[in-house]
C-alpha cells in the first residue's frame, strides 16, 4: 500500500484525502494546546485559579473566534501543502466537519426562529460568522498551503514508503501527542513570553520611578535571555527531533536513537515551557510604578525628540540667513 499510494499522482484522491485527515487532526491537537495553555497564561494575568481562567477563555467571543480561525487557516495550510495540488480542495476538507457542524447550527437556528443572544447578538448571526470566517480560512488557507509547497521543501518525495514531512506515517500516533502537542504549548507560551518582555521595555521607558529600581535592572539582565534560550531550546529540540525520525537516516539507530528522542522531543519542549512560563511570571510579578509618573516618562520621552526638532529648525534657519548674506 505504502508503494501504491507513494507512486500515484500528485493529484490522487487517496493523497488528497490523506492530507486533509492528516490536517483535521493537526487542528485538533492545536486547538487542545491553546485550550491549555491560553488558560494558563490567563490565570497569570488575573491572578486567578485555573477553572475560572478556564471559563474566562471560553466566555470570550471574539478572543474563541480568533483562536478558531487561526487553527482552521493553519490546518488547511498544511493539508494544502501536503496534498501538492488541489490546496483548497484539501482545506475545505480538512474543516468539513466545522463547516457541516457551524451550516447545521445556522440552518437549525433558522428554521426556529431562536432569540437566543450570544454575546449581543444573535445567535443565527454569530453562527453565520463563525461559518463564514471558518469557510474562508479553508480555501485561503489550503490555497496557501499549495503556493508555498514546492519539490525541494518536499520531504517525501522519492522515499519507497509512505511518509508525511518525511517521517513514516504511523509514527504519527505517537509523535501527535507526545511529541507535537508538547512543542504547541512551548510555542504558544513563548510567543506570550517574548511579546510580554518586549513590551515591559516600553512599561520601564516610560515610567521614571522604576529607573532606579535594583530589581528592574536586575531584570532586564536575566529574563530576555530567559525567554531567548526557552525560544532557542524549542525551535533546536523541534528540528533536531525531525532529523532523528526521518525515514531512512542512518546517523542514529536504536538506543542512542531513543535517547535522542526523549531528550529533543521530550525534554526540549518541557524545559522551553518552563522557561517560557518562568519569564512570563516573573514579568507580571515585577515591582509596579509609582502612580502617575507615566506623566513625566511621557514629557521626558518627548523633550529628546523635541529638542532635535527645534536644532534641525534652527540650523535650517541659519543656513539660510547665512545664505541670504
Do not use: H, M, P, Q
Given at each position: 500500500m505504502d508503494n501504491i499510494i507513494n507512486t500515484e499522482p500528485k493529484t490522487s484522491k487517496k493523497r488528497i484525502i490523506g492530507a486533509a485527515f492528516f490536517g483535521f487532526i493537526l487542528g485538533g491537537y492545536i486547538d487542545s494546546a491553546f485550550r491549555f495553555t491560553i488558560p494558563n497564561i490567563l490565570a497569570m494575568v488575573q491572578k486567578t485559579g485555573i477553572e475560572t481562567a478556564q471559563l474566562n477563555?471560553?466566555?470570550?467571543?471574539?478572543?474563541?473566534?480568533?483562536?478558531?480561525?487561526?487553527?482552521?487557516?493553519?490546518?488547511?495550510a498544511i493539508a494544502g501543502f501536503i496534498a501538492r495540488r488541489?490546496?483548497?480542495?484539501?482545506?475545505?476538507l480538512a474543516n468539513s466537519i466545522y463547516i457541516l457542524i457551524f451550516a447545521g447550527i445556522l440552518?437549525?437556528?433558522?428554521?426556529?426562529?431562536?432569540?437566543?443572544?450570544?454575546g449581543n447578538i444573535s445567535l443565527q448571526l454569530y453562527t453565520f460568522i463563525q461559518f463564514l470566517f471558518i469557510f474562508l480560512a479553508s480555501?485561503?488557507?489550503?490555497?496557501?498551503?499549495?503556493?508555498?509547497?514546492?519539490?525541494d521543501k518536499d520531504l517525501d518525495l522519492g522515499n519507497d514508503k509512505l511518509t508525511i514531512f518525511g517521517v513514516r506515517w504511523l509514527h504519527y500516533f505517537w509523535i501527535l501527542p507526545f511529541i507535537f502537542y508538547p512543542f504547541l504549548t512551548s510555542v504558544i507560551i513563548i510567543i506570550y513570553a517574548g511579546i510580554l518582555t518586549f513590551l515591559a521595555d516600553f512599561y520601564f521607558a516610560i515610567h521614571p520611578s522604576l529607573w532606579f529600581n535594583i530589581a528592574w535592572w536586575i531584570y532586564f539582565f536575566i529574563i530576555p535571555m530567559v525567554v531567548f534560550g526557552a525560544a532557542y531550546i524549542m525551535f533546536g529540540g523541534f528540528i533536531r527531533f525531525y532529523e532523528t525520525m526521518q525515514y531512512k537516516q542512518s546517523g542514529s539507530r536504536g538506543w542512542k536513537k531513543f535517547g535522542q528522542v526523549l531528550l529533543y522531543g521530550i525534554g526540549a519542549p518541557m524545559l522551553s515551557y518552563t522557561l517560557a512560563a518562568f519569564g512570563a511570571d516573573v514579568t507580571h510579578n515585577m515591582p509596579r510604578p509609582a502612580s502617575g509618573d507615566w506623566k513625566i516618562g511621557l514629557i521626558l520621552i518627548l523633550i529628546i525628540p523635541t529638542i532635535a526638532i527645534l536644532i534641525s529648525i534652527f540650523s535650517w534657519a541659519k543656513e539660510k540667513v547665512f545664505h541670504r548674506y
Open positions: 477563555y471560553e466566555s470570550s467571543i471574539i478572543f474563541s473566534l480568533v483562536v478558531r480561525i487561526a487553527i482552521v487557516f493553519f490546518a488547511a488541489k490546496g483548497i480542495l484539501a482545506g475545505l440552518i437549525f437556528a433558522i428554521l426556529e426562529g431562536t432569540d437566543e443572544l450570544v480555501i485561503f488557507g489550503g490555497f496557501l498551503g499549495e503556493k508555498i509547497y514546492s519539490s
